[in-house]
């Protein structure tokens, strides 16, 4: 993107809030109009700040193609070497092969004569010195052409080893520096859009200019997952989506909201781990109170959120269709306790890296609850399924995921037997997505630090655009 074409569009912009004001001063009150222009102005500000975002994530992934390019050009000219290597060592091990070869058909020439018949047959002792002298030389001949020929195979091995291993090198930074392209061209391809619908038009929303750019989650809510509660309000609008064990073998999910539904729920209590998990992602913890202990644990740790069963606000109210606990929810729309973020981050569209082909995921948290993910290879996403039913959530939506984690954490039970799993330490993970699986690892350092998932060798995982599910399950 260049800068004066971003200008360019500020400049319209400004025009166009200029135009609205006159168009508008006549027929509408200055209150209106102000909220107009102060409402083209916040656009005006997300898309650059979109623009900026998108600006900042190709150089780096030009940077990275760069390094490639660089790491693949000294990665052929060590394979040209290599071959050049290896063919001098099959040449000279066909040399020696040579050289022994003669030497056992000069023995099958002389008609098999062994060497101890040479000895006997001397005529007399200085005969028989000469004739002793002559077979140890043969001897040690035939031992240094063995041991010759034994070295330079070994090395032809080596060379081999290197020359598959460097061959493997390249072909895996083949296949990152595609991928890094193909991210470029998603980008480039992405900012050309923007570009056009802020030419085009003045309003607009920011989920739809680019699904590649993401705000930042504001507000992390409890959400039941017991039967009675489903199917949920506003499950398939998260973010991120935790889902744990608690008691009975049930699960409960945290839910991360970036957007701001007008029903979210039914809304649980909190538990020691979905606190550190709001706390990991700077979100808002919206819950509905919770045993002493953990309630003393969010006073001693200072959370950022709200006891939705004690609040005075009217976003909360319950839903007289079904049955408490399972009938509280929030209307995050109203709710107003923290506002919406301004920060976006750009995530790719594409993998780094090539997995394993694996399109159906499983685990079961117990016999009543079976969680199931088959690929959708046209939306690129995962659709999931709970008990063998596609899950979807009140208002219809299907719940797709983009990417899934699953979390292997260990598990402890509390005193009053509530399952709780360590979230802070490492373990191993399952990561999808794009109908690809990978093994890695994950890490927290402290109840505030952000959970970490890497790859086996270490990367840092980027993961794709889209909801994300966080399965957090006990180690198999």
């Known amino acids: 993107m260049k800068i004066r074409e971003i200008k360019t569009i500020t400049i319209v912009l400004i025009v166009l809030i200029s135009a609205i004001a006159g168009l508008y001063s006549v027929s509408f009150g200055n209150e209106q109009v102000q909220e107009r222009i102060d409402n083209t102005r916040t656009q005006i500000t997300e898309i650059e700040q979109i623009i900026k975002a998108m600006n900042e994530d190709i150089k780096a992934r030009e940077a990275r193609l760069l390094e490639i390019e660089d790491e693949l050009a000294k990665s052929e000219q060590q394979l040209i070497q290599s071959e050049i290597n290896l063919a001098g060592a099959e040449e000279r091990i066909g040399e020696k092969s040579l050289v022994y070869g003669d030497r056992l058909r000069s ?141 009975g073998r049930i699960t409960r999910y945290l839910t991360l909201f970036s957007t701001l539904p007008k029903k979210v729920g039914p809304v649980r209590s909190a538990r020691e781990h979905s606190i550190m998990l709001a706390m990991e992602n700077n979100t808002h913890y919206i819950y509905t109170s919770a045993g002493t202990d953990v309630l003393r644990l969010i006073d001693a740790w200072n959370v950022d959120g709200t006891n939705a069963l004690y609040s005075r606000s009217s976003s909360f109210f319950r839903d007289s269709s079904r049955r408490a606990p399972h009938n509280f929810y929030v209307d995050l729309s109203t709710f107003g306790a923290v506002e919406q973020s301004s920060d976006v981050v750009i995530r790719p569209a594409y993998l780094s890296r090539q997995g394993t082909d694996v399109n159906t995921v499983s685990l079961q948290y117990s016999n009543n609850l079976r969680i199931k993910y088959e690929y959708d290879t046209r939306q690129r996403a995962y659709r999931r399924f709970v008990n063998d039913q596609g899950h979807n959530d009140a208002e219809g939506k299907r719940i797709m995921a983009r990417n899934i984690i699953i979390q292997y954490v260990p598990h402890k039970t509390d005193l009053v037997g509530r399952p709780t799993p360590d979230i802070v330490g490492s373990g191993t993970i399952d990561y999808y997505a794009l109908g690809q699986h990978f093994k890695g690892t994950w890490r927290k350092d402290d109840k505030e630090s952000l959970t970490r998932f890497f790859y086996e060798d270490g990367t840092e995982i980027e993961r794709i655009y889209g909801q994300t599910w966080v399965q957090i399950v006990r180690p198999n």
Do not use: C, W
């Not at 101890?116 to 002298?133: P, Q, V």
């Not at 390249?170 to 991210?183: G, L, S, V």
């Open 107 to 247: 023995a099958y020439m002389t008609g098999g004569l062994s060497y101890l018949e040479m000895l006997l047959s001397a005529d007399n002792i200085g005969d028989l010195i000469i004739r002793t002298a002559y077979i140890k030389r043969i001897l040690n001949k035939d031992a240094e052409i063995v041991a010759a020929y034994s070295e330079e195979y070994e090395n032809l091995s080596e060379q081999r080893a290197i020359y598959a291993e460097q061959h493997q090198g390249i072909e895996n930074m083949r296949f990152e520096m595609q991928a890094q392209a193909q991210n470029l061209t998603a980008q480039r391809k992405e900012q050309d859009e923007l570009l056009k619908r802020a030419r085009d038009q003045l309003t607009f929303d920011l989920e739809g200019i680019t699904p590649q750019a993401e705000r930042e989650p504001i507000y992390g809510v409890v959400i039941d997952n017991a039967s009675p509660a489903r199917p949920q309000h506003g499950l398939s609008q998260a973010s991120v989506v935790y889902e744990y064990e608690v008691e």
